[in-house]
């Protein structure tokens, strides 16, 4: 079984644990919002897209509660991304061949995270668990030394993505919560099906996210 077949079980068994939980959990689970920022590297085996650009994130997320201690914790994020390289002559122009001095990738995604959360004290959590990403849009712009731009858009990449996340974070008993999260793409991804040559490289992703929450009705689990 290869890697994404892998992360596709897990988020299939993980999401049918989730609806199949009964009314006994009821007074440990809740919903809220969350939203942050996000700093993303796409990089290739060249190292292309091995500069920056920070993003942001916001949508919704569920708590299913099983312990004091342990709880399911799955999302729904829309999450904008982005490299920048900005090193000339490590890229050309696939129809000028001309030298790459700046190329900017901005893609969207929508993200389901599925955590599973320990609560190591009150309020203090740990996060760890599979995340299945659709890309909504993509963007690429370049410019060579002679000032020729050009904009691609469409179907370069593969449209569904794995990574595994893991996180760190603190909830107060209002509800409000912080925290840090790191993930790591499996599988490359990029290129372009109909033209092997693209110079969008298929690439990996790394990522880390300072997210912000709040549960509605305050914190519903802890220790």
Sequence with gaps: ??????????????????????????????????????????????????????GYHMGVFGIIGFSRSFALQPELLYSREGSVNR????????????????YERRVEYLDLPVFL?????????????????????????????EGATGVTSGDVENRLEYAAV???????????????RYGRGFGDF??????????VNPAREHFGQVTFGWTFGGRRTGC
């Design 190 to 199: 990029g290129g372009s099906n109909n033209n092997p040559e693209s110079f």
């Design 1 to 54: 079984m290869d890697i994404k077949k892998g992360f596709k079980v897990v988020v299939l068994l993980i999401a049918g644990l989730i609806f199949s939980s009964n009314s006994a959990f009821a007074q440990k689970s809740g919903f809220g919002i969350r939203g942050g920022f996000n700093y993303n590297q796409f990089q290739d085996s060249e190292g292309l897209y091995g500069g920056d650009l920070y």
């Design 117 to 145: 959360r320990i609560n190591v004290t009150r309020g203090l959590h740990f996060l760890a668990g599979p995340q299945a990403s659709y890309l909504l849009r993509s963007r690429h712009q370049f410019a060579s030394p």
């Design 166 to 180: 893991v996180g760190l974070g603190y909830e107060f008993f209002s509800g409000f919560s912080l925290g840090v």
């Design 87 to 102: 090193s000339p002559g490590t890229a050309t122009d696939p129809v000028t061949d001309m030298p790459l001095e700046n």
